[in-house]
């Protein structure tokens, strides 16, 4: 496979910026970066290439005790639910066509970000936990096709969970489960065996490190909620872009 010059310099910055606002609110990364580089690399490539630098930062999170203070309960409550989607996601993916994922998935980064910007902060922020089953379920299918089941995860958790420390630590958590069952299904699915793959991550490798590293420095300085606010506005404008993109596609 052959990378365009461009993506030499996009690719880093994106992890980069990726992997700062990981570290700060304990989710976030995929859906800025999917998005960006769908935009120079096949959605079947750049899923699998997203999971493997998942998994490197799950890894350094574990490293850095980024998991203390979970909420055990909530992640056993959705635990089942997750895992039938990210099974359901994981058969789109191998077998839908290109331009309807890219289709999906610019209609749901540019509708997420959209009412995350015109959600009120004085909403109810409680939900029943009943709600967890098509929550987790839903957001294990967008694990599977995009990696974006992080922000999924959120509506879910954000809204059982509200000590911030509490919250992150319970979302970095739930994501390294994620990020290891879909290594499993991702490799059962031949998804990567690809040595492009490989290269890819490997070369990407120091700028998930240093993104996620900064943002978890930066996590008891910085409001996640004005970091987001920014990246939802960069995410309208992605997302909306990849659905003009995909409508190209079908003519």
């Not at 635990?79 to 058969?91: E, K, N, R, S, V």
């Not at 969970?161 to 069952?181: E, F, K, L, N, Q």
């Not at 240093?210 to 990246?231: A, C, E, I, N, S």
């Amino acid at each position: 496979m052959e990378f365009s010059p461009v993506l030499y310099l996009v690719a880093p910055l994106v992890v980069c910026l990726g992997y700062v606002i990981f570290g700060i609110s304990g989710f976030g990364a995929t859906i800025v970066m999917v998005p960006v580089l769908a935009h120079f690399l096949p959605l079947k490539f750049v899923v699998p290439l997203v999971l493997l630098l998942d998994f490197g930062a799950a890894i350094l999170m574990r490293a850095n005790k980024g998991s203390e203070g979970r909420d055990a309960g909530e992640i056993r409550w959705i635990l089942p639910f997750m895992l039938a989607g990210m099974a359901f996601g994981a058969y789109l993916l191998k077998v839908a066509p290109e331009r309807w994922l890219m289709l999906a998935l610019g209609l749901f980064v540019a509708g997420y970000a959209t009412l995350s910007l015109t959600r009120s902060r004085n909403a109810p922020r409680g939900i029943a936990r009943l709600w967890g089953v098509p929550i987790s379920f839903v957001g294990g299918i967008g694990s599977s096709l995009f990696g974006t089941g992080g922000s999924i995860y959120a509506i879910y958790v954000t809204r059982r969970i509200h000590d911030p420390g509490a919250m992150r630590a319970t979302m970095s958590v739930i994501i390294a489960i994620s990020v290891v069952v879909r290594l499993v299904i991702f490799s059962l699915a031949g998804l990567l065996l690809k040595a492009a793959l490989g290269l890819a991550f490997l070369g990407l490798c120091l700028f998930m490190a240093g993104g996620l590293l900064l943002g978890m420095r930066l996590h008891t300085r910085m409001q996640p909620d004005d970091v987001r606010r920014v990246v939802h506005v960069l995410l309208v404008v992605s997302g909306s872009s990849l659905v003009l993109r995909a409508l190209a596609m079908m003519e």
